[in-house]
């Protein structure tokens, strides 16, 4: 029985007396003894149902006042992922999945554009070093390359872990659609199919440091 419950009961006792009491006090005087000992009855069961209220009031009191025995949960132990990405300071998952998409596209559409000023801002120095290679070996061949990108159907945190360089280092895995092509210098196809669209997979590496002021994330690796 809740708090409430007794409150109700308490309600309707003093209903029940109070109805009868009207009532007992409404017949004939001829009958005193008759009134006397109803009115008694009456008020011996309203006596007894306020002590029963009264009683179950208490015993609901002393079960709240108790403290109560508070069973522990068991929880897996965290795997390495999820103990690191709880290491990385305002780490929300959703914000860097964005963010990891928008640079799969930036860093794909630079390297292909052979812009390495933005390239150098996004990729560590060993991955820059890599793409400034092919794209100037692109450049030697008078090769020019084309990606269509048209949708991800994949990206999700596949892996992450805390360097001995105190580094947050977070994998993600892209699988996306996209057209490529590669021409000659005579803008003609010599690699890929301007009509047909790839599924492609990439897992790819972003590095930052646990006390950086940015939140910016750095390529370190991309494997297929």
Not at 201 to 222: G, H, M
Request: with cysteine; hydrophobic share 40%; charged share 30%.
């Amino acid at each position: 029985m809740t708090n409430l419950d007794i409150i109700v009961l308490l309600i309707v006792v003093a209903l029940i007396f109070q109805r009868l009491w009207r009532v007992l006090g409404t017949r004939p005087e001829e009958e005193p003894r008759k009134i006397r000992m109803s009115r008694e009855s009456a008020e011996k069961l309203c006596n007894i149902l306020r002590a029963e209220a009264e009683r179950k009031f208490k015993e609901q009191e002393k079960a709240f006042a108790e403290p109560q025995e508070i069973t522990p949960v068991e929880t897996a132990p965290l795997t390495e992922t999820e103990a690191a990405l709880r290491r990385i300071p305002n780490f929300r998952a959703d914000a860097f999945i964005n963010g990891a998409k928008k640079a799969f596209q930036v860093i794909t559409e630079a390297f292909n554009k052979a812009d390495t000023e933005a390239l150098k801002m996004l990729v560590s120095n060993s991955i820059y070093k890599k793409l400034q290679e092919v794209i100037r070996q692109r450049q030697t061949d008078k090769m020019t390359a084309e990606t269509e990108f048209i949708c991800f159907d994949k990206a999700e945190i596949i892996h992450a872990k805390i360097t001995g360089k105190n580094k947050a280092e977070i994998s993600v895995e892209f699988v996306t659609e996209q057209i490529n092509v590669l021409r000659d210098k005579n803008d003609k196809v010599v690699q890929g199919d301007e009509n047909y669209i790839q599924t492609i997979t990439d897992i790819w590496t972003f590095e930052r440091p646990l006390d950086a002021k940015t939140l910016n994330w750095v390529l370190v690796s991309t494997k297929k």
